[in-house]
Each structure stands twice: as C-alpha cells, then as structure tokens.
C-alpha cells in the first residue's frame, strides 16, 4: 500500500447534522461520531429547540446515546422563531450552550412550521447576535409559493440575503447547504472582496447528485432533500467550490435521516441519510478532481476557523479499499436494546446504497461504521 492509498487526516467536523431523537437517535449518533469530532446539531425536532433549557436537556440526551468509549461533542443551536427572546440567545450564547442559531423560514422545510415568517420580526434578535458575534445559521430559501423550487435558493439570495446583510453587515452568517452556483459565486465573491463574515457548508449529497436522480426510472424520494439538488451545471460549479480550496466553503453533511415510512411515502419527506459514509462520499468526489491534498483544510480546518474553535488534534485514516454500500446497516448492539429502538424495517436507506465506494475510513485499525 503506497502513501497515497492511505490518508491521514486531522479529525473532521461536521457543521450541519441532522440527529433526531429517541429510537432514531439512537440508532445514526453512532455513524456521526465515529468519524466526526463535533458536529452543529439542527434544532428542528418537534417541538423545535427554542430554550436554553431544551437545548440542554437535548445534549444531554445526545450524549447518553454515545457509544461507550466515542469522543464526540454536540455544539447545540437555537431554532428562531417570530417570538424569541434575545435574551434567551444571548445567555445561552454566554453560557456556552448555543453555538448558533438556525434561521428556517417559516414552511421551507422539514418541521420548519414554526420558523421565521419575516426577516423584520427578529431584528432585535440578529442584532443581538451581531453583538454577540453569533453564527447565524441560514436555510436559504424562499418559501413564495410562486416561486419555482428549482430558483427558490438564488431568489432567497436577491429578496432576502443580501438586503439582510445591507442591515446587519456585522452578522457572520453561514449559508447552509448550498445548491446553486449562485450562491457559490455569492459566497466566493464575498470572500475574495475581504468579506469573511459569510461562508457556505456543502454537502457530498449535493455534489454528487444532479436533478435526474430524483427521477431515474420513476419518482425516487431517496433522493429528495431541501433545498433540492439542482441541474449538473449547478453541481459542478458546488464541485469546484468544495475542491477551490477557499476557507467559505466548508463540510456540513445535512445527514437527515427519516424512517421507511416517511420516505416511502405519496408524500416523501425531503432529506438523505449519508452519516455512515460522508468522509468516503466526499474523499471520492476530492480525489475525482485531483484534490485529495486539500480535502483536510475542507473537512477539518475551514470549519473551526470561521466558528473561531480549536483544531481537532486526533487523526482519521481513509484507506484506499473497496467498500460495497448496503441499502442499510444493522444497528449498532447500543441502539436495539431498550424499548426506545427503531423497527428494522424504518431503518433510513443510506445514501450510495448499492454502489462501491473507493475509500474506507478506519479509526484506530477497525474499518466499517459498526
Ligand atoms: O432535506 C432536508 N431535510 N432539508 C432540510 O432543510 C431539513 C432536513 C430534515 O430535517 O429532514
Ligand atoms: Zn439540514
């Protein structure tokens, strides 16, 4: 095996993980915290994390679903509403408990029903958190229903962005989950004219997939997420933006995993499940462009500098082997025993189910996520 059949890398983060709760908990922390060290934990469960005392208490639930032995740190975030306090940000900003706050307009996505309806309602809040020098964490589309969902991410960046950061230019602002090359070309803009208050996360779903995979043979919710993936230009231009080697782009996988039963659904609910393979996914996609030398500062670098966090000083190995995707993975011994567990059959379908991938990440000489 030669030195590039085997790399070694700072340990990532992952800075937008959808976790769940309960049984399903349980079941995707393990895949995340394998890998990542820390991960910003979206607030949108039912009923959203609203409250430093709901965000507390969700970390502690998350840490009681670890796996004996995993080091892995939840950075928790607050779910703006209409009606939230500043002052409630403010002491959990303060205190350590909030990382962030998650801004979803109201109705954009998956349990977003109580999310923000007009940027006016919380301009107390975002100058709070421009005082406070806290991330805002943005979903960035409109929700106008006239709008094509095929635009709603460019639109968002036109009505409500850039008007936003107009008043609040002190605000550092990542926009989650970048889909288009509009808002690549927004982020990089920014960045290149000395503006360093504004990043992007990107996810490997979205390099990966153009629009077609949502209808290869038929309607395949697998592949739905929010914002949804887009046409190849668009993917290419995410591809360059991830490998550009430029700090605004950094890793947020959006693993967001749902049961069987919402995906396989008249209604499939929007989200892909990619936690037990994202450093793989992305390591392909790296090594596709020749970039594997730069897939660290992405994956473990970009992100802590623009949260002003230290490095992670442990490594991960990705090994050049094979590894055939299955549809899913048995739980982890951890998550079926209790009554809070996940029936088999709701297990979420794992993203890259039936493909081989080229990498396997290794942590301390063992391979594979269980
Ligand atoms: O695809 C998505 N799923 N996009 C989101 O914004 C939310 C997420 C979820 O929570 O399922
Ligand atoms: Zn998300």
Redesign the pocket.
């Known amino acids: 095996m030669t030195s590039s059949d085997r790399l070694v890398l700072r340990r990532p983060d992952d800075w937008?993980?959808?976790l769940r709760d309960g049984a399903m908990l349980k079941a995707v922390l393990p895949a995340t915290a394998r890998t990542f060290a820390r991960a910003i934990v979206?607030p949108?469960l039912r009923p959203p994390v609203t409250s430093v005392d709901e965000a507390v208490a969700y970390r502690a639930r998350i840490l009681a679903a670890l796996p004996e032995g995993v080091s892995f740190q939840p950075l928790m975030t607050a779910y703006l509403t209409d009606a939230i306090d500043p002052g409630e940000l403010d002491r959990g900003f303060r205190e350590g408990v909030f990382s962030a706050a998650k801004l979803y307009p109201a109705n954009a996505?998956?349990n977003s029903a109580a999310g923000v309806s007009d940027l006016y309602n919380i301009s107390a809040v975002l100058e709070c958190m421009e005082a406070i020098d806290m991330p805002l964490l943005i979903?960035g589309e409109v929700t106008d229903p006239d709008v094509d969902v095929f635009d709603r991410e460019a639109q968002f960046i036109e009505r409500h962005l850039k008007p936003l950061r107009e008043r609040h230019p002190r605000l550092r602002i990542i926009l989650?989950?970048i889909t288009t090359e509009e808002a690549v070309i927004y982020i990089r803009e920014s960045y290149q004219g000395g503006d360093q208050r504004i990043a992007a996360t990107i996810t490997p779903h979205h390099l990966h997939l153009n629009r077609n995979a949502m209808f290869l043979g038929g309607l395949r919710s697998d592949f739905y997420c929010l914002p949804v993936v887009k046409r190849e230009c668009h993917r290419r231009a995410l591809v360059q933006a991830a490998t550009s080697g430029l700090p605004c782009f950094f890793l947020g996988t959006?693993s967001?995993p749902h049961p069987r039963s919402g995906k396989d659904s008249a209604c499939g609910c929007a989200?892909i499940f990619n936690a037990f393979h994202a450093l793989e996914s992305y390591a392909t996609v790296f090594e596709q462009e020749g970039a594997l030398d730069r897939l660290e500062s992405f994956a473990s670098e970009y992100g802590p500098h623009f949260y002003g966090l230290p490095l992670n000083a442990d490594t991960v190995t990705l090994v050049r082997r094979d590894q055939p995707i299955p549809s899913r993975l048995l739980p982890p011994q951890s998550a079926r025993v209790g009554d809070d567990t996940l029936p088999e059959s709701e297990w979420p379908l794992l993203f890259h189910a039936g493909e081989t991938l080229a990498w396997c990440v290794e942590i301390n000489g063992h391979s594979g996520p269980n």
Request: charged share 15%.
């Open positions: 937008h993980v959808h979206m949108n996505t998956t979903h989650e989950h959006d967001a989200g």
